[in-house]
C-alpha cells in the first residue's frame, strides 16, 4: 500500500582512484562539478577530496533501490572516467595514505578538522549507510534498541577493509578500527523512549559538544532530518548484489522487529558491554570467527548465526519482495567478504595494485557505464542559457 512506512534509502562512499597509479586521487570537486548537472542533490562530497557520496531517492523495494544503485554506481563512474580517473567500492584503499589526501574545501570539514585533528586526516575510510522508514520515531527508538544485537552479524557479512596504508592489519574491517577514535560513535546504549534520546541530543547542542543530531555518528542512529532509522555499521559492499542484500536483510530486521511488537512479542534486550563483545569479533575476524549467542551463551561460527539471522527473517521477506535478494547472504556466507576476496587476491599476487584491480572491477560487476560528454555540454549550455 502507498503508506508503506518501511522505505529504504542506501548512501555509498566511493573511492575516486587513479587507473595508473590505482592510488586515490583527490579530484571530488571536478566530478561534483559535472555530476551535478545530471544527480543533483544524490551526489555529495566528503571530508576528503578522493571520497565521493552517492544516495538514493527513497526506495519502498529493494528491486527499486538496486535499480538506484546500478544507476548511481554506473553514472559517477562515467564522470571519472570523462576524468581519466574510476571508482571503487571498498571499506579502505589497500595502500594509499591519509597524510596525502586533501579536505574538500568546506567549512564544516574544516570545524570537524580542528576540533578532532589527526582522528579526523585519518578518516580515509569508505562506508554504507542503510535508511529505513518509521511509522514513527518512538516506535523507531524501541526497534532500534532490539536491532542493536544485529548489528555485528551486519559487519560479518560487510567488511572489505582488511588493508591500511599498505599493511595486511589481519582485521576484516580496519575501518570500523580508524573510526573507533571519532567520539560518539560505536554501538549506542539503550533509550527508554524518544524524548529520552532527544534530551540527550539537545544536552550536548547546548553544551556545545555538538551542533546538530549528525554529530551523532553511532553504528544505528535515528536520523535528525529525514526521521528514519539509519544502520552505518557496514563497510561499503563492493558488489552490488552485496550492497542489496545487506540492505534487504536490515529492512528485513526492522519489519520483523515491528511485526513482534504488533502482536505484543518482544525479542531479548542485551546489554552494549555484550554487544561490543560481537562487535569486536566481527571486526577482527568478520565470517570466519565466532560470535556468542547471548541466549545460549555458547560461541558459534559467524556463518552459523548468519544463517540463522536469514531464517529469523523468513517470515517477512516475502511481503516485502526481498526474498532473493536477503538470499544472496547465503552466497556471502559461503564464498567470503570482499574483505576475504581482497586478502586472497594478495596472497596470490603479493601485490596491491592487483588487489585495487579487483575492488574496481566487482565494483561495476553488472554496472553499465555511461560517459555520455555531448550531454554534459548540451546540459552545461541549457544552465548557461537559463
Not at 575516486?16 to 555530476?35: A, F, K, N
Not at 560470535?291 to 544463517?307: C, N, T, V, W
Amino acid at each position: 500500500s502507498k503508506d508503506f512506512p518501511f522505505t529504504i534509502g542506501i548512501e555509498e562512499e566511493y573511492q575516486i582512484i587513479d587507473p595508473e597509479s590505482r592510488g586515490l586521487r583527490s579530484y571530488v570537486s571536478q566530478i561534483l562539478e559535472e555530476g551535478r548537472l545530471i544527480l543533483r542533490e544524490q551526489l555529495k562530497p566528503e571530508m576528503m577530496q578522493s571520497v565521493v557520496e552517492a544516495g538514493t531517492h527513497v526506495c519502498r523495494t529493494v528491486d527499486e533501490a538496486r535499480r538506484e544503485i546500478v544507476r548511481l554506481r554506473g553514472t559517477i563512474a562515467g564522470l571519472a572516467r570523462h576524468q581519466g580517473l574510476t571508482i571503487a567500492a571498498s571499506g579502505t584503499h589497500p595502500f594509499s595514505s591519509w597524510t596525502d589526501q586533501e579536505v574538500y574545501p568546506h567549512e564544516r570539514y574544516y570545524g570537524v578538522l580542528n576540533e578532532m585533528q589527526d582522528a579526523a586526516r585519518q578518516l580515509l575510510i569508505f562506508g554504507m549507510h542503510v535508511h529505513v522508514g518509521m511509522p514513527d520515531l518512538e516506535l523507531g527508538i524501541q526497534i532500534q534498541n532490539v536491532a542493536r544485537y544485529f548489528l555485528p552479524h551486519l559487519l560479518a557479512l560487510s567488511t572489505s577493509s582488511p588493508f591500511w596504508m599498505g599493511r595486511n592489519t589481519g582485521f576484516k574491517s580496519y575501518r570500523s578500527i580508524i573510526f573507533s577514535n571519532f567520539p560518539r560513535t560505536g554501538i549506542p546504549g539503550e533509550f527508554v523512549s524518544y524524548a529520552e534520546f532527544e534530551s540527550y541530543v539537545d544536552l550536548l547542542v547546548k553544551t556545545n559538544c555538538i551542533d546538530n543530531g549528525k554529530k551523532i555518528w553511532w553504528d544505528v542512529r535515528p536520523h535528525p532530518v529525514f526521521k528514519t532509522i539509519e544502520v552505518r555499521i557496514c563497510d561499503i559492499a563492493t558488489r552490488v548484489d552485496e550492497a542489496i542484500c545487506l540492505a534487504a536483510l536490515i529492512q528485513a530486521i526492522f519489519v520483523k522487529l515491528y511485526w513482534l511488537f504488533e502482536k505484543n512479542l518482544s525479542f531479548r534486550r542485551y546489554n552494549r558491554s555484550l554487544i561490543n563483545e560481537n562487535k569486536w569479533r566481527a571486526v577482527r575476524y568478520g565470517l570466519d570467527g565466532e560470535l556468542i549467542d547471548f541466549g545460549k551463551q555458547e560461541s558459534l561460527p559467524a556463518r552459523h548465526l548468519l544463517s540463522e539471522l536469514v531464517d529469523f527473517v523468513d517470515e517477512v521477506v516475502d511481503d516485502l519482495g526481498s526474498r532473493e535478494a536477503v538470499e544472496y547472504a547465503y552466497q556471502i556466507i559461503a564464498e567470503g567478504t570482499g574483505a576475504d576476496r581482497q586478502l586472497a587476491t594478495y596472497a596470490r599476487t603479493g601485490d596491491l595494485k592487483a588487489v585495487v584491480d579487483q575492488i574496481v572491477a566487482e565494483t561495476l560487476e553488472g554496472v553499465p557505464v555511461d560517459v555520455p560528454p555531448d550531454r554534459l555540454q548540451s546540459t552545461r549550455e541549457e544552465d548557461a542559457l537559463s
